[in-house]
Each structure stands twice: as structure tokens, then as C-alpha cells.
């Protein structure tokens, strides 16, 4: 069970942070975790995601958010996060979260990940 939180409005040039809180499932044991965003009359994309590697994890952004998106995972509170800065209208959506136990594809893909939030939405106004 996977519960996001921390969207909301902001501003063009503003930031945010979302959480992502884990329960009855821990982000640790993942082999991939991750998170979408679906905006209105879009197909849902891979915002970001970091998965296991042979020797260290590997990250991976969206080319529209590369920069301005930082994926990260706090263990000891089982809590996946996104942090956003330099918002743009085009970032509005819903933002969803997401993992796996075992690689099933790209990281970027939505059938690569068996567990998902159910999103919490991010409106950026000019």
C-alpha cells in the first residue's frame, strides 16, 4: 500500500516536494521505485526512478524534468520522495508512485511496476 502526498498549487518557478509513504511493503527490498505523472488528456510517464544495480543504484530521469527532479528514499521512514524546483505549467498532472520487487522492463515504463499509489495532483499557474 503506497500513499502519496504533498501536491497542491504553486507557482511557475516554484517547488515541491512529494512523499510517498509505504505500508504492509518496503521500499528497500525494491528492485525498482519510481514516479509517474499523468496530466490532463496525456499518457502516464516516467518522471524518475532509481533501481538496483550490479554495485550501486542506478537513476534515471525524464528528459523534460532532467535537472529540476531529484528521487530519493528514506529507509528508516519507508518513504520514497520527489523533490521538483523551476515548476512550469507543463508540470501539472498527477503524480503517482510506484515499485517493483523484480525487474519486468524499462524503468520508464507503467507495466514495469506491480505496486502504485494513488496519486496526489500538482498544479502549476503562471
Known amino acids: 500500500h503506497l500513499v502519496e502526498s504533498g501536491g497542491g498549487s504553486v507557482q511557475t518557478n516554484g517547488s515541491l516536494r512529494l512523499s510517498c509513504v509505504a505500508s504492509?511493503?518496503?521500499?528497500?527490498?525494491?528492485?525498482?521505485r519510481a514516479w509517474f505523472r499523468q496530466g490532463p488528456g496525456k499518457e502516464r510517464e516516467g518522471v524518475a526512478a532509481f533501481c538496483r544495480g550490479y554495485s550501486h543504484d542506478n537513476f534515471w530521469y525524464g528528459v523534460s524534468v532532467k535537472g529540476r527532479a531529484t528521487i530519493s528514499l528514506d529507509n528508516d521512514k519507508n518513504t520514497l520522495y520527489l523533490e521538483m524546483n523551476s515548476l512550469k505549467p507543463e508540470d501539472t498532472a498527477m503524480y503517482y508512485c510506484?515499485?517493483?520487487?523484480?525487474?519486468?522492463?524499462?524503468?520508464?515504463?507503467?507495466?514495469?511496476?506491480?505496486?502504485w499509489g494513488q496519486g496526489t495532483q500538482v498544479t502549476v499557474s503562471s
Open positions: 510506484a515499485a517493483d520487487n523484480q525487474y519486468r522492463g524499462p524503468w520508464n515504463s507503467k507495466g514495469s511496476y506491480s505496486y
Open positions: 504492509g511493503y518496503t521500499f528497500s527490498s525494491a528492485y525498482c
